[in-house]
């Protein structure tokens, strides 16, 4: 169920869940910006989006990076420099100053859509 704030927000579609391997992630073009997208396997699955441009590297990678967790974060690290982007707010842990935007996502039949 959608909160209010959430009904605001423009949600476009991106792809099945099924094309996103769990535990990975893909780079989608969401209103003209690359946005990395999460399948994170937590039981059924939740779905993350954050920029694909990781400020550190310059360069468009973060959905290639390794999920994990850091804590009770769910993170990825940069393919690059390793960095750990927060995969729910964008906070870069190593570096604050280097965050990336974060998207709400979800996932409704089957489809998955990101707000922008």
Known sequence: M????QTM????P??????????????????GKQV??????????????IDNYDPCSQAA??????????GE?????SPIYKQHFDLRTGECLEAPEHSV????AQVRDGQ?????
């Open 14 to 31: 991106v792809c099945a869940l099924d094309d996103i391997v769990p535990n990975t992630g893909v780079c989608a073009l969401v209103d």
């Open 101 to 104: 935007n974060a998207f709400a």
């Open 61 to 70: 990678v973060l959905s290639r990076g390794l999920i994990g967790s850091l």
């Open 73 to 77: 974060r769910v993170v990825v690290a």
């Open 2 to 5: 959608m909160s209010h704030d």
């Open 112 to 116: 998955v859509w990101v707000a922008v």
């Open 36 to 49: 990395a997208v999460f399948n994170v396997a937590q039981g059924e699955g939740h779905v993350y989006a």
């Open 9 to 12: 927000l423009n949600w476009v």
